[in-house]
């Protein structure tokens, strides 16, 4: 392109140098092939930040209902069961509706995984060191971190939100006084009560514990509340938490009244 | 011959990076693994099995976990070479990089024999690259960038620029520090027709705005976010990802080290260029405890504020437009650094110095050039240099133990001061 430009600069003017016009006439040719190259990878990388969009959000592997199915409900006696139920299920990337007085997020780093040793170094797939630390009030970072959950709603009762709220502040990078959202590690997290909660409207898993209900939260209202803001239920885990000294036969029964209320909806 | 050989700036600037390489290398086998290394390995290896991030320096951008997982495989397994492999490469390759860089500038061969010399020698960077840390890519992909930008904005190329946002999506990819020479390149691609009226492409500001949006902004975010595809593919969202990088803002700003860190170990930027600072790392394996001191050589890094004062006044007298991009670069890279609350170690000084060495270059080679110094007083003071960096050499190659007086300066700092014997 450059000695076709020279040729016809020498043939226009019969000098060695391009005559102006040919110079303006390159320049213009040079910033239109400049404009197409640049709108070229300006809609490549939109294309690309679509494919990411898409890619990721394909990945999830969450139960599927048939039209008027009605999500699966299961029991479990205590918090770290769920890991076991959503594993057998095959949950990958899902989003977890947490109702509960705890968050159950606390984290956990099994030490191997850290530990220098002699070269070569050997390593390997760590979640099941993971697993292997998983208890009750542990088990959704856990799951978190093993790729089955990626991004968690809390719903707490109102008097524990209260209490906590501070607290919640300090962490959460955006923090009000009806709900918080940020991050634990790389989870999105979102803490409210059910009247603060947003509606979810994706396909989500909702777990229930009998704790929620040691206050005085009506488990009809909840029941009713909850499928507002979860209108694509595909699961839902019901926690009678037996291993939770304060969790009480009258707490379980609510947990009842709960079921009996979600399966009349 | 040798005369020859020292007027090709090729040879000298490769025989730097050949130096560099034997100095970042040398018995890399026998210095131990740290548990962050320990852990960077098993990043790598489950970032790539399952997205996930692993414990060490999570809240870094991932591009580590794919480099060294890359050299893992090369090696075949995670030896030191294919742990620390991009490390050494990548800190053996910023030297010419820089060197390069400094005459692209100036088109002075000694300031870009004493820039290069300068990171060659440097202790802190020597340390830095015998470490899995990112430290060492995020400067090769920092000098990359830079040098790219300066080719690309000098002549308006576009494949420089597309090159140089590329570099500079990597070097973010590996540490936020590449942000800095991101957006003071970015910047200086758009003002460079306001120095210089007559550059070229000068004339289009609408092409030149599309240009930018191209190269500096598309070109490096989508690198940086592909660094993210690993973690993307657990289910996560575009806009998950842009919280996540909002969170990491919120948590770089707010980290704090180890208590040891915290409260034993100097950690404020400021101190850098006013007296010597270390950092410490240790590693205990098969019952033998070893230690590594990242600590500049205080005979380069004490010219830097100086020679920024040089500089400076040098740049108001010619408002040479280089001079001012270097300038920018420092003070964008090294002040955040200084006015941040947070704990800010030495060993994070690693992107910053190479800036620094440009300008103490080009303050050292004015000032001969002017007759204010001798040449015969420069090469005794690289002499010096190159002495006071052997000696400091046991203490970059985790062996400061070993000596006695490595062995002094790692006492003063030990974890275990004022405990009864």
Redesign the interface.
């Known amino acids: 392109m450059i000695k076709k430009s020279t040729a016809e600069g020498v043939g226009s003017s019969g000098l060695s140098t391009p005559s102006p016009d040919h110079t303006m006439l390159m320049e213009k040719r040079n910033?239109t092939w400049?404009?197409i190259?640049?709108?070229a990878?300006?809609l490549c990388?939109l294309l690309?930040?679509a494919w990411?969009?898409t890619?990721?959000?394909e990945?999830?592997s969450i139960p599927a209902l048939r039209a008027g199915e009605t999500p699966e409900l299961c029991r479990v006696t205590s918090q770290r069961d769920i890991y076991e139920v959503y594993k057998r299920r095959g949950l990958?990337?899902?989003r977890v509706v947490q109702v509960n007085r705890f968050l159950n997020m606390v984290d956990y780093?099994p030490r191997e995984?850290?530990?220098?040793?002699?070269?070569?170094?050997?390593?390997?797939?760590?979640?099941p060191l993971y697993e292997k630390g998983l208890d009750a009030h542990n088990w959704l970072f856990i799951a978190a971190?093993?790729?089955m959950v990626?991004?968690v709603v809390v719903v707490l009762p109102e008097e524990v939100f209260r209490e906590r709220r501070e607290a919640f502040k300090a962490v959460f990078?955006s923090a009000s006084d009806q709900s918080m959202k940020?991050?634990t590690?790389?989870v999105?997290m979102l803490v409210a009560t059910l009247n603060d909660m947003p509606t979810v409207n994706e396909p989500v898993v909702v777990n229930v514990d009998a704790g929620f209900f040691l206050g005085p939260a009506d488990p009809v209202a909840v029941a009713r509340m909850l499928k507002e803001r979860c209108p694509d239920v595909r699961l839902i885990v019901l926690v009678s938490s037996d291993d939770e000294p304060d969790v009480t036969p009258g707490v379980k029964e609510s947990l009842g009244r709960f079921e009996s209320a979600w399966r009349a909806l | 011959m040798l005369r020859k050989a020292a007027a090709n700036h090729h040879v000298v600037l490769w025989g730097f990076c050949i130096l560099s390489f034997l100095l970042r290398c040398y018995d890399l086998s026998a210095q131990p693994a740290t548990d962050d290394d320990a852990g960077m390995a098993s990043s790598a290896t489950n970032y790539l099995l399952s997205g996930m991030f692993g414990q060490i320096m999570q809240y870094h951008p991932p591009l580590r976990n794919l480099l060294v997982y890359l050299s893992g495989k090369i090696f075949g397994a995670y030896s030191a070479w294919g742990l620390k492999g991009p490390a050494v490469l990548t800190g053996s390759l910023t030297v010419p990089v820089v060197g390069y860089l400094a005459y692209s500038l100036f088109g002075n061969k000694r300031i870009a024999y004493l820039s290069a010399f300068f990171l060659c020698v440097d202790p802190l960077h020597i340390n830095a690259s015998r470490q899995v840390i990112q430290e060492a890519s995020t400067t090769f992909f920092i000098s990359l960038g830079i040098l790219a930008s300066v080719h690309g904005i000098r002549k308006d190329r576009i494949v420089w620029l597309y090159l140089s946002g590329a570099f500079f999506g990597l070097a973010a990819a590996s540490k936020w520090h590449g942000l800095f020479p991101w957006a003071v390149s970015a910047g200086a691609y758009l003002a460079y027709p306001y120095f210089k009226p007559l550059a070229e492409g000068g004339r289009y500001p609408l092409a030149r705005i599309l240009t930018f949006t191209a190269a500096y902004v598309a070109i490096p975010i989508a690198v940086y976010t592909a660094a993210y595809i690993p973690w993307l593919d657990r289910g996560h969202s575009l806009a998950e990802f842009l919280g996540l990088q909002l969170s990491l803002v919120k948590y770089q700003y707010l980290h704090k080290g180890t208590e040891y860190n915290e409260f034993m170990v100097p950690k404020r930027a400021y101190q850098w260029f006013l007296w010597p600072v270390p950092w410490f790392d240790f590693a205990f394996v098969q019952g033998r405890a070893s230690v590594g001191i990242a600590m500049g050589n205080f005979l380069v890094w004490g010219l830097t504020l100086p020679s920024l004062y040089y500089c400076i006044r040098t740049w108001f007298r010619e408002k040479r437009f280089e001079l001012g991009y270097v300038i920018a670069l420092f003070l964008a890279a090294y002040l955040p650094m200084v006015l941040t609350t947070r704990g800010i170690w030495v060993l994070l000084a690693t992107p910053t110095i190479l800036l620094a060495f440009i300008l103490s270059a080009y303050a050292l080679s004015g000032l001969i050039d002017a007759g204010r110094i001798s040449r015969r007083l420069l090469a005794s003071y690289v002499v010096v240099v190159v002495m006071l960096s052997a000696v400091m050499y046991p203490m970059s190659i985790f062996k400061a133990l070993d000596y006695p007086w490595t062995k002094a300066l790692a006492e003063l700092y030990t974890p275990h001061r004022g405990e009864v014997k």
């Open positions: 910033t400049r404009l190259l640049n709108l990878v300006l990388f690309f930040l990411m969009n890619g990721g959000r990945k999830r990958r990337g899902a780093f995984e850290v530990r220098s040793a002699p070269f070569p170094l050997r390593t390997g797939d760590v979640r971190m093993t790729g990626r991004s990078h940020g991050y590690y790389d999105p």
